[in-house]
């Protein structure tokens, strides 16, 4: 299926959790809880469809076909 | 309200030889500089200033994540203990802004957030009513609010009266070093604000800085002034000890202005040349 990431489109294992799409993109482990396993903080938020998914929910929140997400971090800004 | 120390800030913050912490939302700063990480071509160059700065607290921005660039801010921030204040710069409207308060604070787990409601590219002012709007949205959602308003003193109020955890009146538009443009008006702002004033935006050099805690502030935030100075890490120390020294002389109490001079050497007692 495919989703549009970041404002590009991009395909995904049907069914993948968001979970599984912020491990793919950040190259780190997580857990049920949506924390990073080696303990160290991720710093990643992600919005689905214009509505953040909170850290707890990613497990369980599963990708749809056509849904618009969002993954944001900090940068340097005033 | 409860009153913690943040890990990495001295148990009691000093100004001179003065215990004078800053305290925002029950929390102590031991600087009354707050620099922001905009601007700086590196991240070592940043890390640098933020260090010589002395600042406890800083602004970040929530940006799309890029795999390509993991040399992490955010990694740099935990590792020299400085806190995180995430921005909602770029947002031109509240929807936009309580989205973007609300991923930063999933993503960097504080309720705190600089709340910027700008109108337009050109001059980056804030849009009142969009910020009035904004503001009521997030302290229901339990943020804690540090409002990036124009130098108004009514506006000031009302966002206080809203629940802002701080106001923070421009000294002039983003990025322009214009230091303080209406002097009387922070005062009045500061003159009636209970929750602490920051004055965030414009500063130019030192002095401004100095000037604005002279003025009544409770602290300064500035990005550009250090980031894109020909020095920062000079720079960076030169707001630390203007911020000090503003707030001193604050405390200390300036003399009246007169319009004649005033001898500070006794007439009496000249010796007497025929």
């Known amino acids: 299926m495919n989703i549009r990431l970041n404002g590009t489109e991009q395909s995904v294992a049907d069914g993948a959790s968001v979970s599984t799409l912020v491990s793919q993109l950040t190259g780190r482990s997580i857990g049920p809880d949506g924390r990073a396993a080696d303990g160290r903080k991720l710093g990643v938020a992600v919005a689905r469809n214009a509505e953040v998914v909170p850290r707890s929910q ?21 | 309200m409860n009153e913690t120390t ?6 009691v913050p000093m100004t001179g030889a003065v215990a004078d912490p800053f305290v925002v939302d029950g929390v102590r ?8 990480t905009g601007g700086a071509p590196s991240l070592d160059g940043l890390g640098a200033a933020l260090v010589a700065s002395g600042t406890e607290l800083t602004t970040v921005a929530m940006r799309r994540y890029s795999p390509a660039e993991t040399g992490s801010l955010f990694q740099l921030l935990e590792d020299r203990q400085i806190r995180v204040l995430p921005n909602t710069a770029g947002c031109f409207t509240a929807k936009d802004a309580v989205l973007t308060a609300e991923l930063a604070r999933e993503a960097l787990e504080t309720d705190w957030v600089k709340l910027e409601v700008i ?3 050109h001059t980056l002012l804030p849009d009142a009513v969009e910020l009035v709007d904004a503001t009521e949205q997030l302290v229901a959602r339990g943020f804690k609010v540090f409002a990036y308003t124009n130098d108004d003193p009514v506006l000031a109020l009302r966002l206080e ?13 983003i990025g322009t070093g214009l230091g303080i443009l209406n002097p009387h008006n922070i005062e009045l702002i500061v003159s009636r604000a209970s929750v602490p004033v920051v004055l965030d935006a414009g500063i130019g050099t030192a002095s401004d800085a100095a000037l604005a805690m002279e003025l009544g502030c409770d602290a300064v935030l500035l990005a550009t002034a250090v980031t894109r100075a020909q ?29 004649h001079a005033l001898a500070s050497s006794a007439m009496e007692g000249r010796a007497e040349f025929l």
């Open chain 1, 58 to 78: 990613w497990h369980a929140t599963a990708l749809a076909d056509g849904d618009d997400v969002e993954l944001v971090t900090a940068v340097q800004g005033g």
């Open chain 2, 6 to 11: 943040f890990a990495g800030t001295q148990a």
């Open chain 2, 161 to 173: 009266n809203l629940g802002a955890a701080a106001v923070m009146p421009l000294g002039a538009p």
């Open chain 2, 231 to 259: 020095n920062p890490v000079l720079m960076g120390e030169a707001f630390k000890h203007a911020v000090i020294a503003g707030r001193l002389a604050k405390m200390g109490g300036r003399i009246p202005r007169r319009e």
């Open chain 2, 29 to 36: 700063l031991g600087s009354r500089l707050i620099m922001g």
């Open chain 2, 119 to 121: 109108a337009d590219e």
